[in-house]
């Protein structure tokens, strides 16, 4: 228990002094979000039936892409790895302290596009706001679990931005939030289904969690959970 609360006053510090977690997920989401809201509803007919769920999709995949893999990095490639060895933490309350602390700073934002759409863009709030937060949930965990691996099998800093913007523009740009899937070639559609926010978008949208769009995220987050206990043992060794 001691170690536990060791790590969770860690990750407190750190989320405090971090630049990448402030602007990830919150300073460039809310920007893009006042900045396209405006485009979206001006020159898409329709768009403000959608604007939360595609801005809700943009912000959560560019605080889990680009947000959360250098936190990891700065843990199991620095020093901190060596703190938590010496203070007997184990390995996995790393990624389960960011995972957890990036998923709540993730909601928070989500929270404040679903109130501010409306009274900005007159955006539609969604019929069941029950099962539109239980998707954004979901969609959230999946994110997080992609991002994890990106932090965990990447020790070096820029190369962590690399790899993380190369997964983040194909998922919003084949997520259908930008322009209709139908409008995308057969073999670009295909693509987007490996990513969570084309299934994110999709469960969001939805008045109901229907099993079509939820299974596919469960399969990527079961994938990615198995490849990030391996990752985490190869940290450890």
């Known amino acids: 228990m001691g170690a536990f609360l060791y790590g969770i006053s860690l990750q407190w510090k750190m989320d405090i002094r971090s630049k990448t977690l402030l602007i990830t997920c919150y300073i460039v989401p809310l920007l893009f979000f006042a900045l396209m809201g405006g485009i ?24 889990a892409m680009i947000g959360l ?41 989500s929270l404040l596009l679903y109130g501010a759409a409306p009274l900005v863009f007159d ?60 409008l995308l070639p057969a073999g670009f559609e295909i693509v987007g289904k490996l990513f969570p926010a084309f299934w994110g978008y999709r469960l969001m949208t939805e008045n109901a969690l229907r099993f079509e769009n939820l299974l596919p995220l469960l399969l990527i987050f079961t994938a990615a959970a198995f490849v990030c206990g391996i990752l985490l043992r190869r940290v450890r060794e």
């Open 123 to 182: 955006a539609e709030i969604p019929e069941n706001p029950g099962a539109y937060f239980a998707g954004l949930a979901v969609f959230i965990l999946v994110s997080l679990s992609i991002a994890s691996i990106i932090g965990l099998a990447v020790k070096d800093q820029a190369k962590t931005s690399m790899f993380s913007i190369l997964v983040f523009l194909p998922s919003i740009l084949l997520s259908g939030i930008m322009f209709p899937e139908e």
């Open 40 to 63: 979206f509803t001006a020159v898409m007919p329709g768009a403000e039936k959608t604007l939360i769920q595609s801005m809700t999709v943009f912000g959560v995949s560019m605080g």
């Open 69 to 109: 893999p250098p936190s990891l990095v700065e843990i199991y490639s620095g020093g901190i790895r060596k703190v938590y060895r010496a203070n007997g933490v184990p390995f996995c309350i790393g990624l389960v302290l960011t995972n957890i602390s990036a998923f709540i700073h993730l909601f928070i934002m």
